[in-house]
């Protein structure tokens, strides 16, 4: 069973920055063959895919996010990171970590062999 825990959000102002970690218990051997990416929900709104990585570091964005956001990983450590730059206030919401080895996942297609950490809040507030 594939266990995801996030860590890293809180409240910052417009303009400011956060990094976001996604701590996967995944075998390290396998880890690798999962895409890794991080979805968002703000308040009223449905969820929307944010950014992906595949094991070799490929990464797909958002347009809303694409050159103020970072998807990385350490396979050796088994955790994602998500750097997100000049957050504006409409970038608020519960942010999910999420784990697929479906080749759809990588772009941001969740499906039922997806994995879901619970979530930690991002506030962009002045």
């Known amino acids: 069973q594939v266990q995801l825990v996030e860590s890293g959000g809180g409240s910052v102002q417009p303009g400011g920055s956060l990094r976001l970690s996604c701590e996967a218990s995944?075998?390290?051997?396998?880890?690798?063959?999962?895409?890794m990416a991080w979805f968002r929900q703000g308040s009223g709104k449905e969820r929307e895919g944010v950014a992906s990585?595949?094991?070799?570091?490929?990464?797909r964005y958002a347009d809303s996010v694409k050159g103020r956001f970072t998807i990385s990983r350490d396979n050796a450590k088994k955790i994602a990171y998500l750097q997100m730059n000049s957050l504006k206030p409409e970038d608020t919401g519960m942010y999910y970590c999420?784990?697929?080895?479906?080749?759809?996942?990588?772009?941001?297609?969740?499906?039922?062999?997806?994995?879901w950490g619970q979530g930690t809040q991002v506030t962009v507030t002045s």
């Open positions: 995944i075998p390290t051997p396998t880890y690798r063959m999962y895409y």
């Open positions: 990585i595949d094991a070799v570091s490929g990464a």
């Open positions: 999420a784990a697929d080895r479906a080749p759809q996942f990588f772009r941001l297609t969740p499906g039922s062999s997806t994995y």
